[in-house]
């Protein structure tokens, strides 16, 4: 899934990126320091990012998912990530919303991360 505007066909809409910001890449970068415990691949590329929005402030608001509503870090997984996105020189703020739709599937994965998992 491309994460900046795609969504899954019948999924509830999620705003799409701020991708023209000027710390969109930084974010990013930010958001793929963040790895899964459980999965060698960074949470960007497992496509567990759904959306980052910044605005005119600079404050980031980044919706996110898991690969599962049980997951073992479910409590501590947004908290990872605002702390790897907070320092970035710029970013103002950050709040990390976990969310459970559209759910997590496997077609989310960058090409990256499916070679890295060996599903290429």
């Known amino acids: 899934m ?13 705003a799409p990126s701020s ?3 000027p ?3 930084a974010v990013v970068e930010g958001c793929r320091s963040v790895y899964d415990p459980e999965i ?12 980052i929005d910044i605005d005119a402030e600079n ?10 509503p049980g997951c073992p870090v479910a ?9 790897a996105v907070e ?3 710029g970013v103002k703020h950050v709040d990390v919303s976990l969310v459970w739709e559209p759910p997590w599937g496997m077609d989310m994965m960058s090409d990256e991360a499916r070679l890295e998992l060996g599903f290429m």
């Open 23 to 25: 710390l969109y890449e």
């Open 40 to 51: 060698p691949v960074n949470i960007y590329e497992l496509g567990l990012i759904y959306t």
């Open 59 to 68: 404050a980031v608001k980044i919706t996110m998912s898991l690969t599962a």
């Open 75 to 83: 409590g501590e997984m947004p908290g990872w990530v605002a702390d």
């Open 87 to 89: 320092p970035l020189p």
């Open 2 to 14: 491309d994460q900046n505007n795609e969504m899954l066909e019948g999924a509830p809409l999620i």
């Open 19 to 21: 991708t023209d910001h």
